[in-house]
């Protein structure tokens, strides 16, 4: 089985930079996602590591170490828009995807 | 873009009731997924399919069962509905088990209420 963790939720102000830690411990391992999640909305994808480091992309960043069962996703220079849940999940074999609780952010002015 | 539809976005049945969630891909993805979702537990995999007329239960599948007779089709039937089904049901589609970094592409959800 699978189990991820990841904290319940952050707060930040407008401009700021937040790191959502995402721990877990699989039976297999094929990569790690991060989706974000709007109110009422369907998750969309943000990033994909499957090998220990860091993948920029504009102001969101994601972070892997394999042997430590860690990764984060960071968020830089925080905008209002950024408030919203942010779920880690861990790819297992046959494209089985699952997924932490979520945490949510919010950026206050 | 990627569009993945699913049926209702909202819908109240009866205790006892047979439901069927319908879930529509229009990119020629192999993998396809349902999920629910309650607050504090986040997304949990009830079951997904790999190929037409293929299944596999997912961490939750106790009370569903699912049909996939079409690629591009993929159902979620609660046989006798209860309200502890009531939650978010969301589909989801990906291109290939045997690529690794396909994301899933999700639908706008189901709000499903169980009365």
């Known amino acids: 089985g699978q189990n991820i963790d990841q904290p319940t939720e952050m707060t930040a102000t407008e401009g700021a930079i937040v790191q959502i830690n995402c721990t877990y411990q699989?039976?297999?391992?094929?990569?790690l996602f991060w989706y974000q999640q709007h109110a009422g909305e369907a998750p969309t994808f943000l990033s994909y590591?499957?090998?220990?480091g860091l993948e920029e992309k504009g102001r969101f960043s994601s972070f892997l170490s394999r042997s430590k069962g860690y990764s984060y996703l960071l968020l830089k220079e925080l905008q209002m828009k950024d408030s919203a849940s942010y779920l880690c999940?861990?790819?297992?074999?046959?494209?089985?995807?699952?997924f932490g609780a979520g945490t949510q952010v919010v950026v206050t002015p | 873009d990627v569009k993945v539809t699913q049926s209702s976005r909202y819908l109240v049945k009866r205790t006892g009731e047979k439901v069927f969630l319908e879930c529509v891909q229009d990119?020629?993805?192999?993998?396809m997924f349902w999920y629910r979702q309650d607050p504090g537990l986040g997304l949990r995999l009830i079951y997904f399919?790999?190929?037409?007329?293929?299944?596999e239960k997912g961490d939750i599948p106790e009370g569903y069962s699912v049909s996939r007779e079409k690629k591009e089709r993929f159902s979620l039937i609660l046989e006798s509905a209860s309200t502890n089904q009531t939650s978010m049901y969301l589909c989801?589609?990906?291109?290939?088990?045997?690529?690794?970094?396909?994301?899933?592409?999700f639908g706008n959800g189901t709000r499903l209420t169980v009365t």
């Open positions: 989801a589609s990906s291109f290939s088990a045997g690529v690794a970094n396909s994301p899933l592409h």
């Open positions: 699989t039976s297999g391992f094929n990569g």
């Open positions: 590591n499957v090998l220990d």
């Open positions: 999940a861990v790819l297992g074999s046959w494209g089985k995807l699952q």
């Open positions: 990119m020629d993805h192999e993998n």
């Open positions: 399919s790999y190929d037409v007329k293929m299944k």
